[in-house]
């Protein structure tokens, strides 16, 4: 069976209801005391939704046809800055290091850290991206 061709707006969808379960997640966390379980839910639900903005990305570019080539998470946020799809670049490589740096060798610090980001931070970034992608696809 063949797949589905992939598109920008699919996979803008897929973002989006990863957003609205990240925004869930962290509506639960500030309401309560966070347990390893809850936070580990959180920080689950955040990668999910960081992978999907990436997605995103990818594919506006692919549908661009733009000729440049990622070896990773980091080239492919740097060019979205530069094509304005994201507006903080420091924050999106934030995001991309303490993803690397939540790790079980690391120490709790990081993996402290990458949640009150994401509870503090990481959901603005989500919520201004996804208000430009709609923008750019919807012109």
């Known amino acids: 069976m063949k797949s589905p061709t992939l598109t920008c707006e ?7 209801d990863a957003l609205e379960q990240l925004k869930l997640s962290v509506q639960c966390g500030k309401s309560k005391q966070m347990d390893a379980k809850t936070e580990a839910q959180l920080v689950r639900s955040f990668e999910l939704t960081h992978e999907l903005a990436l ?47 939540y790790n079980p060798i690391y120490p709790e610090s990081a993996h402290n850290e990458l949640v009150s980001r994401i509870l503090k931070d990481f959901i603005s970034l989500f919520e201004n991206f996804n208000r430009k992608m709609t923008a750019r696809l919807e012109n």
Do not use: P, Y
């Open 55 to 101: 997605k995103v990305i990818t594919e506006f570019f692919r549908q661009q046809k733009h000729q440049v080539t990622f070896s990773g998470s980091r080239d492919i946020t740097v060019e979205a800055f530069n094509e304005d799809l994201i507006d903080d670049g420091k924050g999106w490589m934030d995001m991309i290091i303490l993803r690397i740096k």
């Open 10 to 16: 699919k996979c803008l969808l897929d973002f989006q």
